[in-house]
């Protein structure tokens, strides 16, 4: 029986500081989609009324079992399905992941003039006869069924919640309990179903250890993504990181609140060893704040550039296989063929973090894009204290350093709830509170 996976699956089946910066620092750890289990992605490229959706999915086991059910406004056509590359997607998670910079101090005994972060914004996706009538039999339209890479795909179309569920299960789909008031609600709306599982002779020509990508390019006035099928039979919490791409700016939801992660915050020295540690309870302290309803913006940023870079901006060529129609290529709306650019132009990257159950998320994530250019980003800071010779009294640089750790011990457990006396006891084991530099002996002069 094929198992229906959650997001790609779930999707489908199935105290806050300035945010727009630009930064200067070195980049020393990130926090990406392996920091959490049961964790899906999905790239929206949205335009006007069209958009492209890729699905990667973190299906573990036998692709005999895979199977993914997914509502769809629109009838879909042969040429509007695609199967993308992973490694795309992996590179869009690695270039907007939130990040861990660090700084080393100068020695104080040198005249310097420290540099303070700017506060200016910058600029800058064949079914048989008998089939066919089985599924009119149980009031189930196949309108169209194809076959694309690795994967065999239906289009359905159902007068009655109760009659697609029926043939989906006698077909091998795993509906979960409970999905008839959901089917209803997606059937009420003229919604369509894109069905796909694996077809094991092609995955065998093509060579691929792994499930690709499944694009699926559409004209709709709905911006909306389909998680409620997942739910009814996902067993716990689930991420779902949304890549949204678009030409005008920042993309938020409208029937969830959108909320902007801490950012900016200076940590202690020993976070850089524990950053997959200090950003999971980080996330998880947000989320109860929110009231496990929030969605989070993880990074907003123009694609031409990064500051400090987790990854290198994707380029015109990879973003066209995400769907980003209108960099190179055929530009649709101006009816003519343009150059490819040499970087990526006029692409803006929104990436979203939600955690979702049933309980917290009963409506699927309805989007807007909005105008709003400003830079975010997720960011987190190291400072290291000067730990050199000196060749003056160093003492005022000693408490100031006492002090800012201190800061960064109280911002620590403010964001994590982690207990502050074992932050702070860290903190000294690290070597945070040494003693002042001490003078060579003066016997060491004699003996050597």
């Known amino acids: 029986m094929k198992i229906l996976i959650s997001v790609v699956a779930a999707l489908l089946t199935v105290v806050v500081t300035t945010s ?7 980049y020393v750890a990130r926090a990406d989609t392996s920091l959490f289990n049961r964790a899906s992605q999905v790239v929206l490229v949205r335009d006007e009324n069209r958009t492209v959706i890729t699905m990667a999915n973190d299906f573990e086991g036998k692709v005999a079992d895979f199977a993914v059910v997914v509502p769809v406004p629109t009838m879909i056509e042969r040429e509007q399905i695609n199967v993308g590359d992973r490694a795309v997607v ?3 998670d690695a270039y907007t992941s939130p990040r861990l910079v660090e700084y080393h101090d100068p020695d104080p005994c040198m005249r310097y003039d420290r540099m303070e972060m700017s ?22 339209t196949i309108e169209a069924s194809y076959t694309v890479g690795e994967y065999d795909i239906l289009i359905l179309s159902a007068s009655q919640s109760d009659g697609l569920i029926r043939w989906l299960n006698d077909n091998g789909y795993r509906i979960p309990r409970g999905a008839k008031r959901v089917v209803d609600s997606y059937l009420k ?14 995955q065998s020509k093509l060579g691929y250890q792994y499930l690709r990508p499944l694009q699926v390019a559409y004209e709709s006035n709905k911006f909306m993504l ?19 791409l678009t030409r005008t700016g920042r993309v938020e939801t409208t029937n969830y609140r959108t909320v902007k992660l801490p950012t900016n915050t200076e940590l202690p020295e020993f976070v850089q060893g524990e950053f997959p540690e200090f950003y999971r309870a980080m996330f998880d302290k947000q989320t109860r704040a929110e009231n496990e309803r ?13 500051d400090p870079c987790a990854a290198d901006p994707l380029s015109a060529k990879e973003l066209r296989q995400l769907g980003v129609f209108w960099i190179g290529g055929n530009n649709s709306r101006a009816g003519k063929i343009a150059p490819p650019p040499a970087a990526a132009q006029n692409v803006f990257v929104t990436r979203l973090h939600v955690r979702y159950d049933r309980e917290h998320f009963p409506e699927d994530l309805v989007f807007q894009e909005t105008g709003d250019r400003q830079n975010y980003q997720g960011r987190y800071v190291i400072r290291h204290p000067w730990k050199g010779e000196t060749s003056c009294d160093a003492t005022q ?7 800012r750790q201190e800061r960064e011990a109280q911002q620590l457990a403010n964001l994590t ?7 702070r006891a860290k903190i000294k084991f690290a070597g945070g509170e040494r003693p002042l530099p001490r003078k060579e002996p003066w016997w060491k002069r004699i003996w050597g």
């Open 226 to 244: 389909p998680i409620r099928l997942g739910t009814l039979n996902a067993k716990g919490k689930q991420e779902l990181y949304v890549y949204a």
């Open 90 to 92: 992996q590179h869009l």
């Open 294 to 306: 929030g969605v989070f913006l993880e990074y907003a940023w123009d694609m031409a550039w990064c």
């Open 189 to 202: 709306q003229d919604m369509r179903f894109f069905v796909a599982k694996v077809n094991l002779e092609e």
């Open 417 to 423: 709830g982690w207990n502050i006396d074992d932050i």
């Open 20 to 26: 727009a910066q630009a930064f200067c620092g070195f």
């Open 397 to 403: 640089y000693q408490a100031s350093v006492r002090d």
């Open 119 to 140: 506060q200016d914004s910058a600029a800058f996706p064949k079914a048989s006869s008998e089939m066919k009538r089985a599924a009119r039999s149980q009031g189930v």
